[in-house]
């Protein structure tokens, strides 16, 4: 009975940590030379930004969703044309979930640490090709 008070507590604090760090990471969404902003659209109309990594390989330009917030992913699934802001330039483009194979590349071009893993609460992790409209 105490073991299992203990494990409950410690996962309590484990999911507070997490929703701690998402919570900070997604309020103040830092942006840098590595960054890119994506504008999604939901199904109201509304237009939503968020910072995202950018990532680049074999000469295409794609974003991930790292994180459990990802309305942004949503977003871009139901509603594919989206603009994309790079060093202050805005361009639209087309955003496509990434294959098996470039799945399968980017994971290994662009892993993720265990300490990332553990702070974000291990989310699954999908890909999104950004092709220039």
Do not use: C
């Amino acid at each position: 009975m105490k073991i299992g008070k203990i494990l409950a507590i410690l996962m309590v604090v484990y999911a507070g940590i997490v929703a701690a760090f998402e919570g900070l990471l997604g309020y103040f969404q830092p942006e840098g030379a590595s960054t890119l902003v994506i504008t999604t659209t939901d199904r109201d109309g509304t237009r939503h930004d968020r910072v995202l990594s950018r990532l680049e390989h074999d000469e295409r330009l794609y974003v991930a969703a790292n994180h459990w917030p990802r309305a942004w992913y949503r977003q871009a699934l139901a509603n594919p044309e989206v603009a994309v802001t790079i060093d202050g330039a805005q361009s639209a483009y087309r955003a496509v979930p990434a294959t098996d194979a470039e799945h399968a590349a980017l994971q290994t071009a662009f892993g993720h640490g265990l300490v990332f893993r553990i702070l974000t609460g291990f989310p699954p992790r999908y890909f999104v090709r950004l092709d220039p409209a």
